[in-house]
């Protein structure tokens, strides 16, 4: 599996931006799809993930609200929808394909993408 990400870029406070992530190679339908992120210093971390064959997204708590995880089949590809961005948000974000037990898990996906760096002035 490959995973391309992209949409990155800089956007100030409040501002909107949507990811995608296009996978290619094999999937299988019981995988799932996950974006994480990681800011200089800190560790990576969990925003949110989708089933290919669910309709349940899961989000970190701090992201409920704000982002919205959502994909289309019939692309291979992953959204993520940021709203209302803060500095904080600022971070490489990753998106991630497996077959997790805990979609919040990083250590449960196998396959990274090259991460696409979101900037959020204030």
């Known amino acids: 599996v490959q995973l391309q990400a992209s949409g990155g870029g800089l956007v100030q406070a409040g501002g909107s931006l949507r990811l995608s992530c296009a996978a290619s190679?094999?999937?299988?339908?019981?995988?799932?799809m996950g974006w994480f992120r990681q800011a200089p210093g800190k560790e990576r971390e969990f925003v949110a993930a989708?089933?290919?064959?669910?309709?349940?997204?899961y989000y970190a708590d701090s992201m409920k609200g704000r982002f919205t995880i959502s994909r289309d089949n019939a692309k291979n590809t992953v959204y993520l929808q940021m709203n209302s961005l803060k500095p904080e948000d600022t971070a490489v974000y990753y998106c991630?394909?497996?077959?997790?037990?805990?979609?919040?898990?990083?250590?449960?996906?196998?396959?990274w993408g090259q991460g696409t760096l979101v900037t959020v002035s204030s």
């Open positions: 991630a394909s497996g077959t997790p037990e805990r979609l919040s898990w990083v250590q449960g996906y196998d396959y």
């Open positions: 190679g094999r999937t299988f339908s019981d995988s799932a």
């Open positions: 989708i089933r290919w064959s669910s309709n349940s997204p």
